[in-house]
């Protein structure tokens, strides 16, 4: 079974392989709206690997700053989360 699995994804990847060194090149017409296809797809391979990028950094980030003992939020001032209702009797105060 593991052999057959291999000798088909072998065989596969060679005429994969072939198609792409032996392909006859084409002078076709490339209509506009295929190429704002392709500029939107790798637009969004480029979002998603710079959010993936920027995830994983931020990850590494944190483990580091742990290991070395330095608080990010050290110097930050914190809002409190008090709600303030004024209640009126409903008359307009001048």
């Known amino acids: 079974m593991k052999n057959k699995f291999g000798a088909i994804i ?20 490339i209509d ?4 704002t296809y392709l500029i939107q797809a790798i637009a969004g391979v480029v979002i998603a690997v710079g959010a ?6 931020r990850k590494a980030k944190k483990k ?7 608080d990010e939020n050290k110097n930050k001032e914190v809002e409190s989360d008090d709600i303030i209702v004024n209640e009126t009797d409903g008359k307009d105060e001048k």
């Open 32 to 35: 506009p709206s295929v190429m």
């Open 52 to 57: 993936a990028v920027g995830i994983y950094f």
């Open 64 to 70: 580091i700053n742990d290991k070395l003992g330095i």
């Open 10 to 29: 072998a065989g596969s990847s060679v005429i994969f392989g072939a198609m792409l060194f032996f392909g006859v090149n084409g002078r076709a017409y």
